[in-house]
């Protein structure tokens, strides 16, 4: 007898059926923004060590970050901080034991979600308003 792959059905049909969850995608996004804002650290450091060597290390650095390519980054670090911290707030509601109907967790997923780009908005509308972006 020839084994399941040999005519041609697939050994694992779960693969080929799955469909991402809202709670799967934000379980995985919430550690890809943890890794973003890891390197925004770095960045960051870098930023201050530029601060602090000069004005042409900062002035260089600063050009940087205002570039189309250092906006860019820069939006999605914001949008990744309020990702991450729409997300942690979520947890820790979940650890008080509530949220946790399944309609719930749909709620405060998308919560998370339409938070997350409305305060990512909110926060370069007011930098740009105010002449700071």
């Known amino acids: 007898m020839s084994s399941p792959g040999a005519r041609g059905r697939p050994l694992s049909p779960n693969i080929q059926i799955y469909r991402p969850q809202l709670t799967s995608v934000l379980s995985i996004a919430n550690r890809i923004t943890g890794v973003i804002l890891s390197a925004f650290a770095v960045l960051m450091v870098v930023w201050l060590i530029a601060a602090a060597s000069g004005p042409q290390p ?14 860019i980054l820069m939006l999605g670090f914001t949008f990744s901080f309020f990702m991450h ?29 339409v938070a ?3 305060l990512t908005a909110l926060t370069w509308g007011v930098s740009i308003w105010m002449g700071v972006g």
């Open 85 to 113: 911290l729409c997300g942690g707030i979520r947890h820790l509601i979940w650890d008080t034991g509530h949220g946790f109907e399944l309609r719930s967790i749909y709620a405060s997923g998308w919560a998370v979600v």
């Open 58 to 71: 900062f002035s260089t650095v600063q050009r940087s970050i205002g570039s189309l390519f250092g906006q």
């Open 116 to 118: 997350s780009i409305l």
